[in-house]
């Protein structure tokens, strides 16, 4: 499941640098893009679960930690 969210993600936001770490039905993941340029953690969140909506939606992720981040300038 891993690797399918970082594909997921990846495809989502490309050029991001993108590190997912899945333990049982937990995920952190953490995406820093220029995408999120202008929005606020909310927005960058939202559109980083919508990438994974489905596996939450079926249990097969339950908890969901996000870091959603511009990079350094």
């Given at each position: 499941m891993?690797?399918?969210i970082?594909?997921?993600v990846s495809e989502?936001?490309?050029g991001a640098s993108?590190?997912?770490v899945v333990e049982g039905n937990k995920?952190?993941?953490?995406v820093v893009?220029?995408?999120?340029a202008g929005l606020n953690r909310v927005k960058r969140q939202q559109a980083v679960?919508?990438?994974i909506q489905d596996f939450i939606a079926d249990g097969s992720v339950h908890a969901v930690t996000i870091k959603a981040l511009e990079p350094d300038v």
């Open positions: 891993q690797e399918i970082i594909q997921r989502a936001f490309p993108v590190n997912v995920a952190l993941i953490e893009s220029d995408a999120f679960y919508a990438c």
